[in-house]
Nanobody, 128 residues
Framework: QVQLVESGGGLVQPGGSLRLSCAASGFTLDHYAIGWFRQVPGKEREGVSCISYSDSSTEFADSVKGRFTISRDNGKNTVYLQMNSLKLEDTAVYYC?????????????????????WGQGTQVTVSS
């Protein structure tokens, strides 16, 4: 059974950090670009970051540049999203997703229709 499982979400104060994990089972993340998205109720899902397989190049939304980093451990079949200097507006459900059509994050990386497999999401709440 193909699954992506996110973990690491929680409640954190502004300025704090969290590391989200995206673990795959039933398939390997090798060869695929992996994206992180987030969604707030009543708003569209937003692309946060993407990491390529071929050269581990990365993409970030402007709103998180300089604060978030993304990495992958192909040996552990896991992708990580390190979130630092968290802000109130980072509160959302965070999802990881696998793009089976591309090994590199392209100009379309923010398009959620590019991604075939999705995790169930993990809640991140930034609050004082």
């Amino acid at each position: 059974q193909v699954q992506l499982v996110e973990s690491g979400g929680g409640l954190v104060q502004p300025g704090g950090s969290l590391r989200l994990s995206c673990a795959a089972s039933g398939f390997t993340l090798d060869h695929y670009a992996i994206g992180w998205f987030r969604q707030v109720p009543g708003k569209e899902r937003e692309g946060v970051s993407c990491i390529s397989y071929s050269d581990s190049s990365t993409e970030f939304a402007d709103s998180v540049k300089g604060r978030f980093t993304i990495s992958r451990d192909n040996g552990k079949n896991t992708v990580y999203l390190q979130m630092n200097s968290l802000k109130l507006e980072d509160t959302a459900v965070y999802y990881c997703a696998a793009n089976l059509m591309r090994s590199r994050c392209s100009g379309y990386w923010r398009n959620d229709h590019e991604y075939a497999y999705w995790g169930q999401g993990t809640q991140v709440t930034v609050s004082s």
